[in-house]
């Protein structure tokens, strides 16, 4: 699979997420043609909360559902602790 110059997308954490955050993110998968690496920037996120991984798994679907590969980068030991204990890791990598 042939993937084009990763594309970095800002996730802020939980309780500075904006509304429109997946409205900006799918603005962002239509503006490059598939399979782009989109890679989600998770630097911010140093207190993970159900939510940030609820929306972490929806950019991740809509991504993979236009086509794109997604991976995380700048995880942090907390985050990365989470996504391994909830079996997340598998399917959000980092990259």
Known sequence: MHTEDTVEFDVPPQHAARPSL????TALLDAHRPPARIALLV??????????????????????????????????????LVLDLTGLADTLHEG
């Open 22 to 25: 997946e409205e900006q993110f």
């Open 43 to 80: 630097g911010n996120v140093l207190r993970p909360a159900p939510g940030d991984l609820q929306r972490l798994c929806r950019l991740g679907v809509l991504a993979r559902r236009a086509g794109h590969q997604v991976v995380l980068r700048s995880v942090g030991p907390r985050l990365r």
